[in-house]
């Protein structure tokens, strides 16, 4: 009797054993397992790739009996395709699965089935997204992860870099079922989020500016944070009574933001910028904010990237404007060798309330130069008590501490001896990324392909753009003979090196005309050296550009860098040897050593972005060392529209130019940035060039950073701006001398 009840027993949680764990390999499976699910059941899918599983994970399990979605092996569940997932229901817990190749035009994971049924105290765990943005940047704007309902949670998760637009993971509060929510976001590791170049690229938004004086609840904890720097910010918080607290941010340009909402809390943070430039701390907005215990070292950014900054509100604000900071405090932050700390930060003619009683208190700052903080209204709305400071000062408020050397973690600080003083440093994470984000790691990153020499020939067995188009990544193309007629348009998909072994005249020896030589298209960069790109050739079709981007599909960054080369015979005003295509951005395009001459088109024409949302066509812009001579069109037009300040992009710098005879129509100009944000203009020599209109025109905002300096203007057009103090004192007027004039003055 004894030996049957222990066999009874034994096969009754056999029996359940396999009752809770149902393997399934393919999505009827799945699907029918979800259906049939209850508290307590695993469905494990196989490990392996399932391509377009748009998975609906419905049921309701319990809070000591989760039902639970896993891979079979963590991490080797692949999702691709135009996969995802909708949670909907209650204590469900997705495990492990790996979205990876694909995307998905809506979302990604999101905690709801549809508008009737969302998910409560549900969890995705232990889940890593990468390489899953649609292959447009603007086209297709959506989100990785999407928060309704209340108590949820994505924790352990490793979240890659999003490219396109749209915030990364938002919380929705356009739902009182998803008011005071009180969801949870974890431990992950939050792996870049590269430039975006126009705003919609934070990674994290909690709210919406119509629900932003509605409670969420949320927190966001213990994540690492890695180079996300989308736009100016990292973390929107756009509601109330939620917890920013105990995060690292490493190399992250842009700042935790609190941009709506009420009664938020930023504590115990540790920003590591290590002198990136735009890296930067919190930015503070909204009434009866709290900002504690952050510990903010060597952040270098200004304005709405600074360590710290306070903004200024606009009166009787609309919801999505800016409300006066007031009775808010701030206390026991450290700032170190940090580079702006601004109170009234914004202010501007709409942006005119000062902050009103915000205590700034026991905080302690080492700054970089001789200013401690910037306060642009100076009307005692920001209180200053007991502060210490690294350096001498008799600021009110403030006194200067000795110092003592503190070893925490990895790093070396010099503190306050008195450690009332200044964060406390038991009371600041110091996230380790290896111990967040998914528990099963990705392989190690393949070592980059150095590339090989390819040799070419002006008559090879095979056009030169199929040689191309056969090349490994980062190989390097060198050509041989001093002239290649071109028969097939070059489309470059991988970083590749073209260099001439002297110089190579490339010509179009077709009867049609081509848009291009070269065009750059997705996962592309160039380096391009000694090319002669003539664009009407005897009989032949013109090539209308030299070098382009992608009409369509082009999502990720690129790097173009031309030295040596000369463009001519671009013979129509519509062409351009160097332009941008819609929605295409670039790391940057660096131009030196060359020469454009002799056309009635344009330069370099970075102007394609005209709806005028803050969106621009290249990060950087250098021309140096460059000749533009005889040309009926603008030698240079970049172009960011709007009054967008979420990005700090596009930055020109043109040094050591020379431009003879350029763009003398009626009301022409040689250099058009319209929005630039950062301009230097050096060193260059303008000779009756603009003399219809503009030498260079400007449309700047009161805090671009735009100078121009130790040029030379003689009969040539004026520079046109909204602000003269752009124009600096060494500038001259006088005619210039036949060295001054020499191409070999600017290209050797």
């Known amino acids: 009797m004894k030996y049957k009840l222990l066999f009874a027993i034994s096969f009754s949680l056999i029996l359940q054993a396999q009752a809770a764990d149902i393997l399934v390999s393919n999505k009827t499976e799945l699907t029918n397992a979800i259906k049939q699910a209850v508290p307590g059941d695993q469905i494990i899918l196989r490990k392996g790739i399932w391509e377009n599983a748009e998975i609906i994970f419905e049921g309701n399990g319990t809070a000591q009996k989760n039902i639970t979605l896993k891979a079979e092996v963590a991490g080797q569940t692949i999702l691709s395709g135009n996969s995802s997932i909708k949670i909907g229901g209650s204590y469900l817990v997705v495990d492990g699965l790996y979205f990876n190749n694909g995307y998905h035009l809506e979302s990604v994971i999101e905690f709801r089935k549809n508008d009737q049924l969302l998910a409560n105290h549900c969890r995705v765990t232990n889940c890593t997204i990468m390489n899953f943005s649609p292959?447009?940047?603007?086209?297709?704007?959506?989100?990785?992860?999407?928060?309704?309902?209340?108590?949820?949670?994505?924790?352990?998760?490793?979240?890659?870099?999003?490219?396109?637009?749209?915030?990364?993971?938002?919380?929705?509060?356009?739902?009182?079922?998803?008011?005071?929510?009180?969801?949870?976001?974890?431990?992950?590791?939050?792996?870049?989020?590269?430039?975006?170049?126009?705003?919609?690229?934070?990674?994290?938004?909690?709210?919406?500016?119509?629900?932003?004086?509605?409670?969420?609840?949320?927190?966001?904890?213990?994540?690492?944070?890695?180079?996300?720097?989308?736009?100016?910010?990292?973390?929107?918080?756009?509601?109330?009574?939620?917890?920013?607290?105990?995060?690292?941010?490493?190399?992250?340009?842009?700042?935790?933001?609190?941009?709506?909402?009420?009664?938020?809390?930023?504590?115990?943070?540790?920003?590591?910028?290590?002198?990136?430039?735009?890296?930067?701390?919190?930015?503070?907005?909204?009434?009866?904010?709290?900002?504690?215990?952050?510990?903010?070292?060597?952040?270098?950014?200004?304005?709405?990237?600074?360590?710290?900054?306070?903004?200024?509100?606009?009166?009787?604000?609309?919801?999505?404007?800016?409300?006066?900071?007031?009775?808010?405090?701030?206390?026991?932050?450290?700032?170190?060798?940090?580079?702006?700390?601004?109170?009234?930060?914004?202010?501007?003619?709409?942006?005119?309330?000062?902050?009103?009683?915000?205590?700034?208190?026991?905080?302690?700052?080492?700054?970089?130069?001789?200013?401690?903080?910037?306060?642009?209204?100076?009307?005692?709305?920001?209180?200053?008590?007991?502060?210490?400071?690294?350096?001498?000062?008799?600021?009110?408020?403030?006194?200067?501490?000795?110092?003592?050397?503190?070893?925490?973690?990895?790093?070396?600080?010099?503190?306050?001896?008195?450690?009332?003083?200044?964060?406390?440093?038991?009371?600041?994470?110091?996230?380790?990324?290896?111990?967040?984000?998914?528990?099963?790691?990705?392989?190690?990153?393949?070592?980059?392909?150095?590339?090989?020499?390819?040799?070419?020939?002006?008559?090879?067995?095979?056009?030169?753009?199929?040689?191309?188009?056969?090349?490994?990544?980062?190989?390097?193309?060198?050509?041989?003979?001093?002239?290649?007629?071109?028969?097939?348009?070059?489309?470059?998909?991988?970083?590749?090196?073209?260099?001439?072994?002297?110089?190579?005249?490339?010509?179009?020896?077709?009867?049609?005309?081509?848009?291009?030589?070269?065009?750059?298209?997705?996962?592309?960069?160039?380096?391009?050296?000694?090319?002669?790109?003539?664009?009407?050739?005897?009989?032949?079709?013109?090539?209308?550009?030299?070098?382009?981007?992608?009409?369509t599909k082009m999502l990720q960054h690129y790097v173009l860098k031309v030295e040596n080369c000369e463009f001519y015979n671009f013979n129509e005003s519509s062409y351009a040897c160097i332009k941008a295509s819609k929605g295409s951005l670039a790391d940057s395009i660096v131009v030196d050593h060359c020469i454009f001459r002799n056309m009635s088109g344009n330069g370099i024409d970075l102007s394609s972005e005209r709806d005028d949302k803050g969106m621009y066509n290249a990060e950087k812009v250098i021309v140096r060392n460059t000749v533009f001579y005889n040309m009926l069109a603008s030698a240079m037009n970049v172009y960011r529209g709007g009054n967008d300040e979420s990005t700090t992009g596009p930055a020109v710098t043109i040094d050591h130019c020379l431009f003879n005879d350029v763009d003398n129509r009626e009301q022409g100009c040689v250099i058009k940035l319209l929005g630039v944000q950062y301009a230097r203009i050096i060193n260059s020599s303008f000779y009756l060039s603009g003399q219809g209109g503009s030498s260079i025109m400007f449309q700047e905002l009161r805090w671009d950073n735009i100078k121009v300096d130790h040029c030379n203007f003689y009969k040539s057009g004026r520079i046109q701006s909204f602000r003269t103090q752009l124009i600096g004192k060494n500038n001259t007027n006088i005619p210039p001398t036949a060295n001054t004039l020499s191409f070999k003055n600017y290209v050797q």
Not at 179 to 186: G, K, M, R, V
Not at 190 to 202: A, D, I, M, P, W
Not at 258 to 279: A, D
Not at 500 to 509: C, H, Y
Request: glycine share 6%; aromatic share 10%.
């Open 135 to 551: 292959p447009s940047r603007f086209e297709n704007e959506n989100n990785w992860v999407i928060f309704w309902g209340q108590y949820n949670r994505i924790d352990h998760c490793t979240i890659g870099d999003k490219l396109n637009a749209g915030t990364t993971i938002i919380v929705n509060l356009n739902d009182e079922r998803s008011q005071n929510n009180y969801h949870s976001i974890d431990s992950n590791y939050f792996y870049t989020r590269s430039n975006l170049g126009s705003n919609g690229g934070e990674l994290l938004r909690i709210g919406i500016s119509r629900y932003s004086l509605t409670p969420s609840q949320t927190t966001i904890k213990n994540n690492y944070f890695e180079k996300c720097s989308g736009e100016v910010e990292i973390i929107s918080v756009k509601s109330c009574y939620n917890y920013v607290v105990d995060n690292t941010f490493y190399e992250c340009e842009g700042a935790v933001v609190l941009r709506h909402g009420n009664h938020n809390v930023i504590s115990g943070n540790l920003f590591l910028g290590n002198n990136k430039p735009n890296t930067g701390g919190i930015r503070v907005i909204n009434p009866n904010q709290t900002v504690t215990n952050n510990l903010v070292i060597n952040c270098v950014g200004d304005r709405f990237r600074s360590a710290l900054s306070v903004m200024n509100a606009v009166p009787n604000s609309q919801l999505n404007r800016y409300f006066q900071v007031k009775d808010s405090k701030i206390t026991n932050n450290s700032f170190i060798n940090c580079s702006n700390i601004i109170f009234g930060v914004g202010k501007d003619f709409e942006r005119t309330l000062p902050p009103a009683n915000v205590l700034f208190e026991n905080n302690f700052i080492t700054p970089v130069g001789k200013n401690l903080y910037q306060d642009e209204n100076k009307d005692g709305g920001i209180i200053f008590k007991s502060n210490a400071s690294a350096i001498a000062t008799s600021l009110q408020g403030f006194k200067t501490t000795s110092l003592q050397k503190v070893n925490w973690h990895n790093l070396t600080l010099l503190l306050p001896a008195d450690q009332s003083m200044g964060a406390h440093l038991d009371k600041v994470a110091f996230v380790e990324k290896d111990k967040v984000g998914a528990y099963w790691k990705l392989p190690a990153a393949v070592a980059v392909n150095k590339g090989k020499l390819i040799q070419v020939n002006a008559i090879p067995s095979m056009e030169l753009a199929e040689v191309i188009a056969k090349a490994n990544a980062n190989d390097t193309i060198l050509l041989l003979d001093p002239l290649y007629e071109l028969k097939k348009p070059i489309f470059i998909s991988k970083p590749l090196v073209i260099m001439a072994k002297s110089k190579a005249e490339w010509v179009n020896a077709v009867e049609k005309s081509i848009p291009s030589f070269i065009t750059l298209e997705n996962g592309g960069s160039l380096m391009i050296q000694g090319i002669h790109f003539n664009s009407a050739y005897k009989s032949y079709g013109d090539a209308q550009s030299a070098i382009v981007t992608s009409k």
